[in-house]
């Protein structure tokens, strides 16, 4: 009997990263659920054109990825970027139905998780976001973990973020990805951020202070055979900061309307967002567009450190 051929994967390039490709120039991958669930239009798409244009200042080529109509696109030129931002009722993608959307052709927009597959099957080692999923405040009970921490610790992309969301259980967070052997390195401080502020209160489990000493032991970790991936985390400058004791009073307030409301899953975390939006007047949103943008400057320096000869 005679298995059926393979399908074909539908993933197309843009004219921009193909190019990039083809010359071996760095590349910076992109999530696209902060486009579409993140912020609405057209304070996404000015956000999507930023960190692209940071991108390219820094010497790299930007890919923001997303599922458009059943094809997994790798790279938005800008016609297909703004139609994105505009684009109502996307699925919020993870490992588990990133090929559910590509083979019913829907619409989708890529976590941490399914970002982080797309970009390693499309030979992108680098990545760059605004904070990862991870253990959520009681999960002992809800045993609500981000499928983003078991990506970390299988696929080999260099994640750069401003930490774990503080909305987390950032102390189970990090254990869970010391016990998948995912490195943690923070960016020029020994403290581990907490995204919209940038400091936890936890020690880093390991600090580096340039692009190239963080290429340096991602080639390290490639030369001993070392699988998965890296969690980079860059601390929101401080100029644009929210104190983790202030932003400990707001979370303790969203959390508890989530909880009065009966929200679970995937709807967990926008909901938050939304809170604490309105609690900050609107200040969390700055910040967070102000982390993303840092985290991708520093992304494409370490892009075209791992480049370098």
Not at 16 to 36: F, H, W
Not at 82 to 100: C, H, I, N, P, V
Not at 257 to 285: C, H, Q
Request: proline share 5%.
């Amino acid at each position: 009997m005679t298995k059926p051929s393979s399908p074909f994967l539908p993933m197309e390039y843009s004219d921009e990263v193909a190019a990039a490709k083809a010359r071996g120039a760095p590349i910076v991958a992109l999530e696209s659920t902060i486009i579409t669930h993140g912020m609405p239009y057209p304070g996404n798409l000015n956000m999507a054109r930023s960190v692209e244009t940071i991108i390219r200042e820094q010497g790299a080529v930007p890919a923001t990825i997303a599922v458009i109509h059943g094809v997994l696109h790798i790279g938005l030129d800008d016609a297909k970027l703004e139609a994105l931002a505009k684009t109502k009722g996307a699925m919020k993608l993870s490992r588990a139905d990133l090929a559910f959307a590509i083979a019913e052709r829907r619409n989708g927009a890529t976590t941490v998780a399914a970002t982080m597959i797309a970009a390693a099957r499309a030979g992108i080692g680098v990545f760059a976001t605004g904070g990862i999923g991870g253990v959520h405040r009681g999960a002992e009970q809800s045993f609500d973990i981000s499928a983003d921490l078991d990506e970390l610790a299988r696929t080999g992309v260099i994640v750069v973020c401003a930490g774990a969301k503080a909305i987390l259980d950032i102390p189970k967070t990090l254990e869970v990805l010391e016990t998948r052997g995912v490195p943690v390195v923070t960016y020029d401080s020994e403290n581990f951020p907490a995204f919209w502020s940038r400091e936890s209160g936890l020690k880093s489990p390991l600090m580096l202070n340039s692009p190239a000493a963080i290429a340096n032991f991602q080639r390290m970790r490639e030369l001993l055979g070392v699988d998965g991936g890296m969690l980079v985390a860059n601390p929101v400058p401080e100029e644009n900061e929210i104190p983790r004791e202030e932003m400990e009073i707001y979370i303790t307030r969203a959390l508890d309307n989530a909880a009065s409301e009966g929200i679970s899953g995937k709807a967990v975390t926008p909901y938050l967002l939304d809170n604490l939006f309105r609690m900050t007047e609107g200040r969390s949103l700055e910040t967070n567009i102000a982390l993303v943008e840092n985290n991708a400057r520093l992304a494409a320096e370490i892009a075209v450190a791992l480049t370098a000869e």
